[in-house]
Structures are given as structure tokens and as C-alpha cells.
């Protein structure tokens, strides 16, 4: 299913970025059903030779969680599915093919949260503000945040922000952990595409397993993660791609590391 409220642009010079934007911003760019499955479609079938990808929202809001207005009646196992289909398609975007950054500003509030905190990098501006007004609205959430959101903050932190409403400005949120980067206001895009680009040049394999084995191995005893982490950087450095990076190194020809000015 494809909403015109979604959008796919590609950016650089090889095209190897795609711009994904949500487009309602009358609605302060809500997720309707529609949207959630476009989503799912979307990062099920990105476009040959894209090689990250930044997320972003059109207006002065990111995302105001679930469309409210389709919150009808539903019986549990009805909630059951809706709530599976969140799940559905946030997974697509994490475990895709490709890391996916967002570009934060305004309301990053309910499942717009939880679809920020599926992305792999979040760069906000100082213009945003998180909030779970789920807690106040009568549910729960049921995008995938109660899984993902403690992992980025912690389970007391998420607890507070549900139980009492609390808002978390941008500086505060980048603190705590909801965000890597705390970018002037109307900056996100553009620094989340910079970093695109660089994530984009990276070798495939090595993207990768940071998006698949990483949270897998944080999730595993040590004695299991120290298995997976042997096995994955064995596939990964056999790659011939790696091995020419790390000859380009030797040789002088590839860059050292530096610290940002
Ligand atoms: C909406 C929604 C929405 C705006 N569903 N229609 N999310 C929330 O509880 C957040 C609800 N939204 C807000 O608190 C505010 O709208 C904002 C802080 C995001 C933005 O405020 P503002 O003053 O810029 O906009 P507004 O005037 O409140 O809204 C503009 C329009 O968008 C208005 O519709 P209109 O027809 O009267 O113009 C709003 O009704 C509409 N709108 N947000 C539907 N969320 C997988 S489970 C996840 C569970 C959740 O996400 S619960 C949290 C839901």
C-alpha cells in the first residue's frame, strides 16, 4: 500500500542517499494506517543503489504520534494487530537494508517517538520535543516503544515521561540520550544528510552488522555475544572491499583519523 503522504527523494551525488519524508503536515504529520503501511512498503522496497537513508517531516513537527481520529473501538484482538502492524513496519526499518538516520524537529511525541527511536542515528534541532502522552491519553504505547525507548534512555526515564507527561526540550533530550546530535534550529536535515553521505561510503557488510548483529549482541550473555561478534567481523573483514581499505590505509592513501575542529 503507497500513500501519497510519503515521500522518496534522492540526494547525492551518486544518488546513493534517498530522502524519505512524511507529508501531513496539516496533521502535524500523524500516522494514519495508510502511512504505517506505506512505511512497511517503503523500506521493504527501497530503490536499487540507495545506501542510507534520512527520515525526515514536512512542517514544524516531525511526528504527532498515531492519528488520534482513527483511534475508533477496537476490540483486543483488533489492538492486537493494529499494534502489530506498527511493529511490522518499524522492523522493516530497522532491520532493513540500509541505516537509517532522522531529522528531528518540533513534536518527536508518542509513536513518532517510537518511529525516531527505530532509526539508527537521530539529529534534532533545538526546536524539538519528545513526550509519551500516551500515559495521559488512556493507552499505551504499541509502536515497539516500550522495547526500544528503555534501550535508549532507560525503563525509569520512560516510565516518569508516561506516568506524569513529562516533555523533554532538544538539549535535554540529547542528554538523556533520545538524540546523538543537537543541531541550531532548521538544521537537522541538512546535518543528517551530511552524516548520510558518510554512512553511505561505509562497506555494505560493515553497515550491516552494526544494524543486525550489534543490538542482537547486546541482547545476548556475554559468552554468546563474544560468538556472534567473532563471526560476524570474520564475514565482514573477509569482504574484498574491506581488505582493499585496509591496503589503502597501509599505503598512505586512505584517510587517518582525526578529531572534528
Ligand atoms: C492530530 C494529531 C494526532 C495533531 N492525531 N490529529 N499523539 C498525541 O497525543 C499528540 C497530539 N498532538 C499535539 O499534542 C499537538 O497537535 C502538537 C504538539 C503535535 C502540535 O501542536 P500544534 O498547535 O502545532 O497543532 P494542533 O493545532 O494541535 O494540530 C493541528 C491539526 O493536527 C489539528 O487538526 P485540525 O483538523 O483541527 O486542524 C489536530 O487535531 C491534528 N493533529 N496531532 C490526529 N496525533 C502505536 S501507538 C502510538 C500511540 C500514540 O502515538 S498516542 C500519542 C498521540
Given amino acids: 500500500m503507497n500513500s501519497d503522504d510519503l515521500e522518496l527523494q534522492r540526494y547525492g551525488e551518486e544518488q546513493e542517499v534517498a530522502i524519505v519524508r512524511l ?14 503501511l506505506s512505511i512497511r512498503n517503503l523500506f521493504e522496497t527501497l530503490p536499487e543503489g540507495v545506501r542510507a537513508v534520512v527520515l525526515d517531516g514536512e512542517g514544524d513537527h516531525f511526528c504527532a504520534g498515531l492519528d488520534l481520529s482513527e483511534l475508533k473501538e477496537r476490540d483486543a484482538a483488533q489492538g492486537l ?8 513496519a518499524l522492523e522493516r526499518l530497522q532491520l532493513g537494508t540500509v541505516p537509517v ?16 527511536s527505530a532509526c539508527h542515528i537521530r539529529v534534532a534541532d533545538e526546536t524539538t ?3 509519551l502522552p500516551e500515559g495521559t491519553r488512556g493507552i499505551f504505547v504499541g509502536g515497539g516503544g516500550s522495547v526500544r525507548i528503555p534501550r535508549l534512555i532507560g525503563v525509569a526515564r520512560m516510565t516518569d515521561m508516561m506516568l506524569t507527561g513529562r516533555v523533554y526540550d532538544a538539549v535535554e533530550g540529547e542528554r538523556i540520550g533520545l538524540a546523538q546530535y543537537l543541531v541550531p534550529k532548521g538544521q537537522a536535515l541538512s546535518k543528517a544528510l551530511e552524516l548520510a553521505l558518510k554512512v553511505a561510503q561505509n562497506a555494505p557488510m560493515t553497515n550491516y552488522a552494526l544494524m543486525h548483529a550489534l543490538p542482537r549482541i547486546a541482547e545476548q550473555p556475554a559468552d554468546q ?3 556472534t561478534e567473532a563471526l560476524i567481523s570474520a564475514i ?3 569482504a574484498p572491499e574491506a581488505k582493499a581499505r585496509v591496503r589503502a590505509f ?12
Avoid: C
Avoid at 503536515?25 to 502511512?35: I, S, T
Avoid at 538516520?101 to 525516531?116: D, K, M, Q, R, Y
Fill in 129 to 131: 520535543f519528545y513526550a
Fill in 250 to 261: 597501509l599505503e598512505g592513501k586512505a584517510p587517518k583519523v582525526q578529531k572534528t575542529p
Fill in 23 to 36: 507529508r501531513r503536515p496539516a496533521k502535524r504529520n500523524a500516522l494514519n494506517d495508510g502511512l504505517v
Fill in 236 to 238: 565482514a573483514q573477509s
Fill in 81 to 88: 494487530h493494529h499494534s502489530r502492524m506498527w511493529h511490522a
Fill in 225 to 227: 555475544g563474544y560468538l
Fill in 101 to 116: 538516520i532522522a531529522a528531528l524537529h518540533g513534536a518527536v511525541v508518542g509513536g513518532g517517538l517510537e518511529l525516531a
